[in-house]
């Protein structure tokens, strides 16, 4: 029985490294959409990926000050985008005009965490943070991008398994993000 079990685990790791992969190319080819980084969080939010209660997407810079809100994921607004959103990706923003949290997030301004030396990934400012910005428990994780910019992602799992694997891969693919424009 428990061999079953471990095929169906491993089965299911393989689609999701699959798809993952998938999503580096629809990134290069759709490059210019408006609200790419939006639908990449959602693609990772979802169930056929890392099973997201709620997502934010930040980007931190310290030299201009600013810490920007650039994508919101909540499971319960899903209902506004297409199913396949790459069917029609350009259709996106506009799909999503009444989501409240993913909105919210992206009018999100504030100052700068690594300005004030705050490090991204270990500090009580940044479960503050998610916490404002609505998610009950957060986790969160932080990675260096180009011309001195920090991406940040807070998330909460729907289920609270723990897997160590895929919340590694979250954080290795999260920088995905970062090739999308703002």
Known sequence: M??????KVLGDDHRLAS??????????????VDGLPQIMLHELGHDHSFALNKATYLVDNPDFNHLLGVAGYSHDECHFHKEDMWNNP?????DMKDAKYHNSVRSFLNDSLKRKDINLNDAKEVKELGKHLGIEVPEFFAWTMKHGNHGLLLFERKNDEEC????????NVAALLSFCGI
Request: no cysteine.
């Open 19 to 32: 798809y993952l992969s998938s999503l580096l190319h629809k990134a290069l080819h759709y490059h210019d």
């Open 90 to 94: 350009h259709s996106f923003i506009n």
């Open 2 to 7: 428990g061999g079953q079990k471990e095929k």
């Open 164 to 171: 160590h694997w895929r919340k590694s891969l979250l954080q």
